[in-house]
């Protein structure tokens, strides 16, 4: 479980454009009146455990090293600060509440600065 997650921060994040049309068609072609985006084989939603399953298996057959969900927030937070976003932004899209989990993600986005005093 993230850390959000842990302590008790509920964030949600707004799905538009493509992500939008491509969800809405998804649950277009679906059968079932289910409120979740991803089910199980058994029509519930997908466990914590399945997800990383999921991800293992997708990641051993590109034949990546080990890949694990937090790294997908990780590389989310790496692609924002290197995108220039500002700090509390990025802490409040991450669900962070201490900012120092948040600054990680900033000090080793230093090529953002390159070319600033040209």
């Not at 466990?47 to 694990?68: C, D, F, G, K």
């Not at 790294?71 to 924002?80: A, D, E, N, P, V």
């Not at 409040?92 to 986005?109: I, M, S, W």
Request: proline share 5%.
């Amino acid at each position: 479980m993230g850390a959000a997650a842990q302590e008790g921060l509920a964030v949600e994040h707004p799905i538009a454009g493509d992500e939008l049309r491509a969800t809405k068609r998804y649950f277009g072609t679906r059968t079932d009146a289910l409120p979740w985006l991803f089910i199980s084989e058994r029509e519930q939603p997908l466990t914590r455990q399945s997800v990383n399953y999921l991800i293992a298996m997708a990641a051993e057959r590109a034949e990546l090293a080990p890949v694990h969900p937090h790294m997908l927030r990780h590389s989310c937070g790496f692609y924002l600060a290197n995108r220039g976003y500002d700090l509390r932004l990025i802490q409040d899209y991450l669900g962070h509440r201490d900012p120092k989990h948040t600054v990680h993600y900033t000090r080793v986005a230093g090529s953002r600065f390159e070319g600033l005093w040209r």
